[in-house]
């Protein structure tokens, strides 16, 4: 019914089988928005954070899912900066990902404010000197980046394209889009290092201050990094997904390779500086503000393998997976590799987030432990529904691979009824 | 001339930029911000023009003499007098939001007055010549104690009964240069603070305690003894029992012992509280002089305590709980009671005293709302006369327990707290002190009048010291070795200085572990219950739901319970406890 | 993130409590919550929930009987001087350092609620509102009306007792000097029945603060993180002054927790 | 924030960061005004026909978009950078040159029984246009795009009197499903349409009369090559959608191309061959 909607030469599913595909998301999706109702009406009373945990689930929520995003900016960057033509084949993808996880990450974070009706006055008052303001205004300025981005793919749709306004409209932004990379790319440096300046520069957590470079704690540059290492190893990861789920051929295995090659070699990079900035901090930073970091770990269930998983297994490794040829090449080994690199930023995230206030710093603090309780988890799930949501729509109406119709007549050895995939 | 409507539109356009470049429309946003900086519901605190007024608190004896900053006639903030000869500008949390005692709440607000005096009546009809009318007053030594005992003495066969019997030995304890107190919270609730912090300087604390109370963990010495074996130490101190006997009961070292014995040896002068065992040095307690009393007063009931009633013998039970005083487990008080229905009224502000048993609960004003004095506290040397003059007016329906009684026993009194203070003024002893300048004068060198005046605008009496005495400080029935009840392993040890229903206490326990929350047991965390959670407390007297602490202060094989009348009703002297899952 | 009239003498206020002193009997917190309007708990609130500007926390030295011994802390803003965490971190500059005091204030009516100060604070002093404020019918007729109440969502803390500050800077002008630092009492200082607690200019050399503060048996909350706190702490006893530093590692905490 | 803002002082940290916070919004806005107004111009000088063109050349697969002398095999390996106008392409220019395009000697090609004859000139998108003596210009579809737009034939055809412009849409084709728009392969005015029943769809009055007009026209020898390269697109697009193909009927092909596999996407179909994606 919706067949004038969908791009021509390209199969998606029955309308039917779509719709039953998105309702249970819809589901959860409303579910999640009752829940954060609930958060804004009553209070953050509905949450188990408290004093000492005044950050949870939403925070390591945010900036796991915006590193996660971070694939939107980089990938523009390498496609329109660097002219890593290549990438074109997944750019529409990660813009349509990156959106996801921005705006989810800010609708999270106006519920995670107990004053919502002030978030404006950061904008107002705006204090330079907090990492949060940075974070504030390039998160914002960055998303209206993002919805400019997705404009043209909206465009581009087999209707909307019939009208010749939108049509013209769609070609001549796409022409700008450069300058839309360009600043997308300005933006995200600062708010992904903002974000890990976020704790980075907490004197008073002595688990989390790090040292300054310049006018940024080194977390700072560490979130940069990491957040461009795993932003293409998301990309891999969902597109991969759809892939398997919609059962077709979407982009060249090159180009999957290459977003590991990419992903890899930042990887390593960063998991040096993590290594050397760990290392400082152990034997200088630490022990200066009067805490030794063993200490730290002498609290279960954190113990020291949290770093050893954080560094190697989930660094070290994949980065290691996602360099070598040989293993690139192996589908397995190249999903892996970008699914334990994800896993190490969220770790990473995790860490520095949750396990930051749950160390006591007086003396005769206590070592708390916390667990969500639903409404916070019910949002954080929420977050993830409108995710796919967005994406399945997006995916259904809207061109995200361009490969994927020649790649389609590549293929005729594919029979009819494998090609029905799931949208 | 005539503008086009193009034109038109191009000035308000124009304009409308023009005005982007002022500051007019961004101090206009920031003014208007205001409203989401301001909620409705958040109340707003009253203004009004602030002055000071003074009373006195008669939440305990130690009456500290209050400064209270008032909005109007509110008072929205109290603090201690500065150089106040007895409180000395101290004042305890519990004094400190003294101001919001009239809104616990649970606060009883009606009870059936008129049914409450018909059943008196009735009971009087009925009381045989064998059967009493009882007063009991859990604050003797006030002019409206004097009253009940003028009440029961005008009948033929009242009586007034009250916790403690007699109220004219104190302790000096600047005399002291040893205190040794058995489970007596010294440093945290008894006496009075100012005189406590003034002398603490000057003697040597040491504290026999089951738990590591308050005062335990204050003291010089803390001994920690077995829940209940403190009578047993002190024997030995005194040499009753050998050292040894004492060692197996208190779970102290024999040597240990001996160097507390020699240390009170060569520490004296000692004070000994909490002990019916150990005398003190003579010196360190005082017989005050009596407080001036009208002559015709004189005669009326005498105080008597509980024991001395015979069983099943009482008709009329008057209850006179209004100021907060010792409790009389209800268990010892109903084995009194006749068995065909005895009329048993209480003069409460909470239902969960006495009103539990009642069959009459008629509610009272409390402090800061009700006019009346407070009888000097243990470690007060001297006699004193002060009121609590009222801060704010009580709500409708209160009962005045003082004038009930006398009526319902016939007795015709008029403004007694007047008539006392003239009797006082009569004995020209000692001298007064006004809290507005701070200024204290001899009271013969006033006028009955001024007198008055002063003690009702914040002013106290004090008279001389009163003379050393051999007489033994009394401290109720002395605590019984604990029963050995198998099933029941804890021993329970009472903390007395439980937090009461006060909305803001909820500071001091529950948005802090600083106090034992009331209908809160604390235990020891090896306990194997969770911090917080709900349990069955239960001894042979009963059981009741408590909350549980956990405190590391707290030794295995102790139940620290805290001292709200349910709960104490369930702790008979030595009884033994379980807590349990519920 | 300056005050409006700048003085001629800046004033440096701060704290000594004598920790041998303080018996824990929790006077001060409850001034501090009559003077500053602090609601009592929702019934939901616990000790990780609740709204203490000035918390009085127990502290041991972590042995067993007859070795343990028990200390009480006071805890309420320690108003750092350098590098002031919680200043730094406020997207929206409600929270600021008056220079002329040193007072490290927070306006609730511009506060986001985002909470990040609460993370920076390392003594855990900064209390969010995570209720409306209610009282018991009645009971707000006896609000202090030198403070206004704050609403659910914003974070609040100890200010040295602001509204006492500003009637004592008035009755200052009143008096013709409107620019030198003025004396006043907090409500724990005012409080505190065993004189535990003392308060004044630190800048002043005469001040009792300032020469408390420079005696050996002072010390300040977690020193080396160089955040320079303006509450000092006094005690004779060796392992009070230890409760100042790092925490113990948890296989301590655990053998005396049991 | 703002200067007139209360609180707000001149500090580098507020210059700084202000500065480029409006700097980012400054580029932002100025972004959209541009593409804006550069649309809004393009719609006045009816450049949509055009862009609409080039979008679809854009979203053609690479392989689709190479240039004719790809198919000539003078280029290896060429991708149009014109959108098959090579009106104004150099480098066609100078190849005609080098070697023009000489006259074939037989009258038409016959391919898999489909006839090409070469008195005319071919567009990329299946249709011919042949010069009549008056000048006027006959435009039809090629003997592939009537077989593939079956019975019903050409649909929406422009009025007399309308103006069309190369690559611009000429008329549609319905056909089972399918809905593609022809490229026009002239510019000029409409003069006359014809039915079902005439072998020819369009007479146009070129603008341009002359040769240098039709310079982007496939000829002669470039035919063969294209049209089996064509049917080797047609193949692909129908064997990926229907996975079958039926296309030769003992060597000829057959006549309506949608009857002979219904299963088959025409849409699909049509808009590869048509070179609408």
């Known amino acids: 019914m919706d067949k004038q909607l969908i791009a021509r030469g390209v199969s998606r599913c029955p309308a039917l089988k779509f719709l039953l595909w998105i309702a249970p998301w819809v589901a959860l999706f409303l579910f999640g928005l009752y829940a954060a109702a609930l958060c804004l009406i009553k209070g953050l009373n509905q949450t188990n954070m408290d004093n000492r945990f005044a950050f949870g689930l939403w925070i390591f929520l945010d900036l796991t899912v915006i590193a996660l995003g971070a694939g939107a900016f980089f990938t523009g960057f390498l496609l329109y900066i660097l002219k890593l033509d290549e990438l074109s084949s997944v750019i529409n993808s990660a813009v349509v990902i990156g959106l996801v996880c921005y705006s989810g990450a800010i609708a999270v974070l106006m519920v995670d404010v107990g004053q919502p009706l002030r978030a404006w006055f950061t904008f107002w008052y705006p204090n330079v000197h907090s990492m949060l303001t940075e974070v504030t205004f390039c998160l914002s300025c960055y998303l209206t980046v993002l919805a400019i981005e997705y404009v043209p793919i909206v465009l581009r749709n087999r209707k909307l394209r019939q009208i010749p306004s939108l049509l013209v409209f769609e070609f001549e932004l796409h022409k700008l889009i450069y300058v839309l990379a360009g600043v997308g790319t300005f933006l995200s440096f600062f708010h992904q290092g903002s974000l890990g300046g976020l704790y980075g520069v907490l004197r008073g957590r002595p688990f989390a201050f790090r040292e300054g470079l310049g006018l940024w704690p080194s977390t700072f540059f560490l979130f940069i990094l990491s957040a461009a290492a795993v932003g293409p190893s998301f990309i891999l990861l969902t597109t991969w997904m759809v892939q398997i789920i919609t059962r077709k051929r979407l982009v060249r295995p090159e180009v999957l390779q290459l977003l590991g090659r990419i992903s890899g070699t930042l990887l390593s990079v960063y998991v040096l500086a993590k290594s050397v900035d760990t290392l400082v901090w152990i034997n200088r930073t630490s022990p200066e503000t009067g805490f030794q970091a063993w200490q730290y770990y002498s609290w279960k269930p954190f113990g020291s393998w949290i770093l050893v998983a954080e560094i190697v297994v989930c660094g070290l490794v994949p980065a290691l997976m996602l360099l070598m040829p040989k293993l690139r090449c192996r589908t397995g080994w190249l999903v892996t590799g970008a699914f334990l690199a994800c896993m190490g930023v969220a770790l990473n995230r995790f860490v520095l987030t949750v396990q930051t206030l749950a160390l006591p710093t007086l003396s005769f603090d206590r070592f708390l432990d916390y667990t969500p309780s639903w409404q916070e988890t019910a949002t954080f799930l929420a977050v993830v529904a409108y995710g796919v949501l967005v994406y399945s729509f997006s995916f259904r109406y809207f061109q995200l691979f361009p490969q994927e119709r020649e790649l389609k007549l590549e293929t005729p050895e594919v029979e009819e009824s494998e090609l029905v995939g799931r949208y | 001339m005539n503008a086009t409507r193009r034109q038109v539109l191009m000035f308000a356009g124009g304009s409308a930029v023009g005005v982007m470049f002022t500051p007019a429309p961004w101090r206009l946003i920031t003014d208007t911000a205001l409203w989401s900086e301001n909620w409705p519901g958040i109340p707003a605190p009253p203004r009004g023009e602030i002055h000071t007024r003074f009373t006195n608190c008669s939440i305990c004896t130690a009456g500290c003499a209050v400064r209270a900053r008032c909005v109007g006639d509110q008072p929205v903030e109290l603090a201690g007098v500065a150089g106040h000869p007895i409180s000395r500008g101290a004042l305890c949390p519990f004094g400190i939001v003294g101001h919001h005692l009239p809104y616990i709440p649970a606060r009883l607000k009606e009870g059936p007055v008129g049914q409450a005096a018909a059943a008196i009546a009735g009971g009087l009809a009925k009381c045989g010549p064998a059967e009493f009318v009882v007063t009991l007053d859990l604050q003797p030594g006030r002019t409206a104690s004097w009253t009940y005992r003028r009440a029961m003495g005008a009948l033929k066969n009242g009586r007034y009964i009250a916790p403690s019997v007699d109220a004219q030995v104190a302790v000096d304890l600047s005399k002291a240069r040893t205190v040794l107190s058995f489970g007596v919270p010294v440093l945290d609730g008894w006496g009075t603070p100012g005189i406590v912090n003034a002398a603490r300087a000057g003697f040597r604390l040491i504290q026999i305690d089951a738990v590591e109370s308050r005062t335990a963990s204050m003291a010089d010495r803390w001994f920690r003894v077995r829940p209940n074996s403190e009578e047993v130490l002190a024997a030995a101190l005194a040499g009753r029992i050998s050292p040894a006997q004492a060692a197996d009961a208190t779970g102290l070292a024999v040597a240990e012992i001996a160097a507390l014995a020699q240390e009170l040896e060569q520490g004296g002068p000692v004070l000994v509280l909490g002990s019916s065992q150990l005398e003190s040095t003579v010196g360190t307690v005082v017989a005050r002089h009596e407080t001036p009393v009208p002559g015709e007063w004189k005669k009326s009931a005498p105080v008597t305590d509980l024991a001395s009633l015979p069983d099943r013998s009482v008709r009329v039970l008057l209850i006179d709980e209004s100021m907060p005083g010792g409790y009389l487990q209800w268990s010892a008080i109903a084995r009194k009671l006749v068995a065909d229905n005895p009329v048993v009224v209480t003069f409460a502000a909470s239902p969960e005293g006495y009103a539990r048993h009642a069959n009459y609960a008629l509610p009272v004003a409390v402090y800061p709302e009700v006019s009346g004095d407070v009888p000097p506290a243990i470690d007060s040397v001297a006699s004193t006369f002060r009121i609590a003059s009222p801060l704010v007016s009580p709500p409708s329906g209160m009962v005045n327990p003082e004038s009930f009684i006398a009526t319902a026993a016939g007795l015709s009194t008029g403004d007694t707290l007047r008539e006392r203070a003239d009797a006082i003024h009569k004995s020209a002893r000692g001298a007064v002190f006004t809290y507005a300048d701070g200024q204290s004068q001899p009271l013969k060198d006033m006028k009955p009048d001024d007198f008055w005046k002063v003690l009702n605008a914040g002013g106290c009496w004090i008279d001389e010291p009163g003379a050393q005495t051999a007489a033994k400080l009394t401290f109720g029935t002395a605590a019984r070795p604990p029963e050995e009840e198998s099933d029941l392993p804890l021993a329970i040890v009472v903390a007395r200085e439980t937090a009461s229903g006060i909305p803001l206490l909820s500071k001091v326990y529950r948005e802090s572990n600083l106090r034992l929350a009331p209908g809160y047991v604390a235990l020891n965390p090896a306990c194997g219950l969770e911090d917080g959670s709900q349990a069955i407390f239960e001894t042979l007297l009963g059981k009741a739901t408590v909350g549980v602490t956990l405190d590391s202060g707290i030794p295995p094989g102790v139940a620290q319970v805290s001292a709200t009348p349910a709960l104490l009703d369930l702790c008979a002297a030595g009884a033994r406890a379980k807590v349990v899952r519920s | ?258 | 924030m703002l200067p007139w803002n209360y609180g707000f002082h001149w500090n580098p940290g507020h210059v700084i960061f202000l500065g480029a916070f409006y700097l980012v919004l400054t580029t932002l806005s100025l972004t959209l005004i541009a593409a804006v107004r550069r649309s809004r111009r393009a719609i006045a000088e009816h450049r949509v026909q055009q862009i609409g063109w080039h979008a679809d050349f854009h979203d053609l697969a690479p392989r689709d978009r190479v240039c004719r002398h790809v198919l000539t095999g003078e280029f290896k390996r060429r991708e149009c950078p014109h959108a098959f106008d090579c009106r104004e392409c150099q480098t066609h220019a100078r190849l005609i040159q080098n070697h023009p395009a000489h006259q074939p000697e037989k009258p038409e090609e016959e391919l898999f029984g489909m006839a090409f004859p070469l008195d005319r000139f071919y567009h990329r998108g299946h249709t011919w246009v042949r010069p009549e003596p008056d000048g006027v210009l006959t435009v039809g579809l090629d003997d592939l795009g009537s077989r593939l737009a079956g019975k019903p034939g050409p649909a929406g055809l422009p009025l007399p009197g309308s103006h069309l412009e190369v690559n611009g849409t000429a008329f549609r084709v319905y056909n089972r499903g399918a809905s593609v728009r022809v490229l026009s392969p002239v510019d000029g005015e409409v003069i006359a349409t014809g039915g079902p029943e005439a072998d020819w769809i369009l007479k146009i009055r070129p603008t341009s009369a002359g040769e240098p007009g039709l310079r982007h026209l496939l000829r002669g020898a470039e035919i063969r090559p294209w049209i089996l390269r064509e049917l080797e697109r047609l193949q692909l697009s129908l064997s990926a959608t229907a996975g079958v193909a039926t296309l030769a009927d003992g060597g000829v092909l057959v006549g309506d191309l949608a009857a002979s596999c219904p299963i088959a996407d025409w849409d699909a179909v049509c808009g590869e061959m048509f070179l609408e994606p």
């Open chain 3, 1 to 258: 993130m300056t005050s409006a009239n700048k003085p001629i003498r800046a004033a440096r206020y701060g704290m000594t409590i004598d920790l041998d002193r303080c018996n824990g009997c929790g006077a001060c917190m409850l001034a501090c919550a009559v003077e500053n309007n602090v609601p009592p708990a929702h019934e939901a609130a616990t000790d990780r929930k609740g709204l203490t500007w000035l918390r009085v926390y127990k502290v041991d030295n972590g042995e067993a009987y007859p070795g343990r011994r028990t200390a009480f802390v006071p805890v309420m803003c320690q108003h750092c001087g350098n590098e002031t965490p919680c200043v730094h971190v406020c997207p929206q500059q409600a929270v600021d350092i008056d220079p002329a005091t040193g007072v490290v204030g927070e306006m609730p009516q511009r506060c986001l609620g985002c909470r990040y100060c609460m993370a920076a604070c390392p003594y855990h002093a900064r209390y969010f509102n995570w209720w409306d404020p209610a009282w018991p019918l009645g009971m707000e007729k006896m609000l202090n009306p030198g403070v206004t109440p704050r609403m659910r969502g914003v974070v609040e803390k100890c200010n040295f007792c602001h509204g006492r500050w500003h009637a004592a800077k008035e009755a200052a002008a009143a008096a013709g000097k409107p620019d030198t630092p003025v004396e006043y009492t907090p409500a724990c200082v005012e409080a505190c029945p065993t004189g535990a607690i003392h308060f004044g200019d630190l800048n002043d050399p005469g001040s009792t603060v300032a020469k408390e503060a420079a005696e050996p048996g002072s010390f300040r909350l977690l020193e080396k993180l160089n955040t320079q706190p303006k509450v000092y702490y006094r005690s004779q006893k060796e392992w009070v002054r230890q409760v100042a530093s790092a925490p113990r590692p948890s296989a301590a905490k655990e053998k005396d927790r049991g």
